[in-house]
Nanobody, 120 residues
Framework: QVQLVESGGGLVQAGGSLRLSCAASGSTFRNNARAWYRQAPGKQRELVAAISIGSRTTYADSVKGRFTISRDNAKNIVYLQMNTLKPEDTAVYYC??????????????WGQGTQVTVSS
């Protein structure tokens, strides 16, 4: 069983920055990769970034060059540094644990989500 808790969301102006955190607890076993997803109203939940236990990363094209995912394995915390935010980044951001084997394969373990709102 894995528990995930996101924090760090809020309201920012376009061009601003925000740092999200996801604290993990419990056993992960083979599901040791981490990822950030987001979901805007009326849209599908989409993968934003993923990171393996060895810190290999992948990003959605829409956030490349602006967002950075990282992890502190000793503290069991995953971060998402978001720079040059745009109004289209507005969504609820969720943390997920899963498997990273070529591609990211999400598990059914999700955090509660944290709202990110970017104003123009």
């Amino acid at each position: 069983q894995v528990q995930l808790v996101e924090s760090g969301g809020g309201l920012v102006q376009a061009g601003g920055s925000l740092r999200l955190s996801c604290a993990a607890s419990g056993s992960t076993f083979r599901n040791n990769a981490r990822a950030w997803y987001r979901q805007a109203p009326g849209k599908q939940r989409e993968l934003v970034a993923a990171i393996s236990i060895g810190s290999r990363t992948t990003y959605a094209d829409s956030v490349k060059g602006r967002f950075t995912i990282s992890r502190d394995n000793a503290k069991n915390i995953v971060y998402l540094q978001m720079n040059t935010l745009k109004p289209e980044d507005t969504a609820v951001y969720y943390c997920n644990t899963g498997v990273y084997s070529g591609s990211y394969y999400p598990s059914d373990y999700w955090g509660q989500g944290t709202q990110v709102t970017v104003s123009s």
